[in-house]
């Protein structure tokens, strides 16, 4: 309050000329303040979305197979449930049957470059192998989602529970994803890609039924 008392009796003392380049400074310095501040709160969304996926880059993945399966029966196990503060109805609890939306079931085992790195499989997603982003934190409109993962532990295939794994991994990614002609797809962790381009069958007979 005083600073604003002291610049009001600044303006009455000063001449015109005075008043006016005071008031072009104060104008120039709010400005230049916000547009600092618009450019730190960019920078760190920018880097918080970046770091989201840095824990598999660079990693290698051995796919050991990709089909074309029917739909899957009821929502993704990882959708919020009723419930939960998130919780959309009519979203979190219906099938995944969007128009045009086809499934693949991919089996990788995929391998970070640091051991001991966490990552989470159902923050994977497949976008088609010839898409390019315009900015390094654009998101593939066409991004396949995760409905459901399964984790290869001690010989067997169980269902993952959504938490972060550590290091080498064997999963079976259950994917939603609109084709459109793609001979390929590739994985993302976020933003980051992930391995090399996947070949793509083609959908499963009964999304050619659907289709029609």
Known sequence: MQFLLNLVGLLILLPLWGKIALVVGLTAFVVGVGLWFKYQFHKIVEEGILNAGVALAGARVDVHGIRAVPAPVGPSPYDAKDGDDDFVEGVD????????????????TVSPTD?????????????????????????????GAVHTVH???????????????????????????EPRGDK???????????GDAVALPAPHPTFAAAAR
């Open 184 to 194: 390929a797809v590739r994985l993302r962790n976020f933003v980051t890609p992930v």
């Open 151 to 177: 984790l290869y532990e001690v010989g067997r295939w169980v269902l993952g529970d959504g938490d972060n794994v550590a290091g080498t991994h064997r999963v079976k990614l259950l994917f939603g994803f």
């Open 93 to 108: 609890d219906e099938d995944w049957n969007e128009p045009g939306v086809a499934f693949y079931e991919l089996d990788v």
């Open 115 to 143: 051991p001991d790195a966490e990552w989470s499989p159902d923050g994977l997603s497949i976008v088609p192998a010839d898409w390019v982003p315009e900015e390094k934190t654009d998101v593939c409109e066409r991004m």
